[in-house]
T-cell receptor
Framework: QQQVKQSPQSLIVQKGGISIINCAYE??????FPWYQQFPGKGPALLIA?????SEKKEGRFTISFNKSAKQFSLHIMDSQPGDSATYFC??????????????FGSGTRLSIRP | DVKVTQSSRYLVKRTGEKVFLECVQD?????MFWYRQDPGLGLRLIYF???????EKGDIPEGYSVSREKKERFSLILESASTNQTSMYLC??????????????FGPGTRLTVT
């Protein structure tokens, strides 16, 4: 079973600070690295994704940094706001598995932004 | 917008009962998935279906079965509920042919408690 290892399990950041969540993967055949965001009482929703041929992708205050040689990718939330408080999952779609590829999810990071 | 609905938000069942969790999506997606979410373990795939009447085991299928008689509906069945099946259950769907094959749409979840 190919894995995606996520850290930390929980994170507390002051409002206005930078939140950083890290993931490491094993399978070099992964072709996308998405991040999902889950608010309490809701299902996860796609936040942002990056391809392995790109080192960084930015959407607003959210940035994915990708280090192919280290097989690591991370989510940075700049100017963190209380509304960013949620659980974040990194993920990778498993290639070549049946006609519906599985998405492998990390264990999740519970982010709390202190006002 | 894609909508994935689950029949119950909260459910309390007794050990040994047969439990049905229903999921319906309104976007004509071929692929549907059932996950369970537990703290520190992320999202673990129970079963998925890539077409009507087709199903494949995920990572933790033991104690569960599924049914997909119509394209829009995917049911998860706990044949004889046990306390270790107390969890949050999430349904998701995804179209088969899509460039961004990592984007899944999740329902709000069913929190099942087995006593």
């Amino acid at each position: 079973q190919q894995q995606v290892k996520q850290s930390p399990q929980s994170l507390i950041v002051q409002k206005g600070g930078i939140s950083i969540i890290n993931c490491a993967y094993e399978n070099t055949a992964f072709d996308y690295f998405p991040w999902y965001q889950q608010f309490p009482g809701k299902g996860p929703a796609l936040l942002i994704a990056i391809r392995p041929d790109v080192s960084e992708k930015k959407e607003g205050r959210f940035t994915i940094s990708f280090n192919k040689s280290a097989k690591q990718f991370s989510l940075h939330i700049m100017d963190s706001q209380p509304g960013d408080s949620a659980t974040y999952f990194c993920a990778a779609p498993q290639p070549g598995y049946s006609s519906a590829s599985k998405i492998i999810f990390g264990s999740g990071t519970r982010l709390s932004i202190r006002p | 917008d894609v909508k994935v609905t689950q029949s119950s938000r909260y459910l309390v069942k007794r050990t040994g009962e047969k439990v049905f969790l229903e999921c319906v999506q309104d976007m004509d997606h071929e692929n549907m998935f059932w996950y369970r979410q537990d703290p520190g373990l992320g999202l673990r795939l129970i079963y998925f279906s890539y077409d009507v009447k087709m199903k494949e085991k995920g990572d933790i299928p033991e104690g569960y079965s599924v049914s997909r008689e119509k394209k829009e509906r995917f049911s998860l069945i706990l044949e004889s509920a046990s306390t270790n099946q107390t969890s949050m259950y999430l349904c998701a769907s995804r179209p088969r042919d899509r460039v961004f094959h990592y984007e899944q749409y999740f329902g709000p979840g069913t929190r099942l408690t087995v006593t």
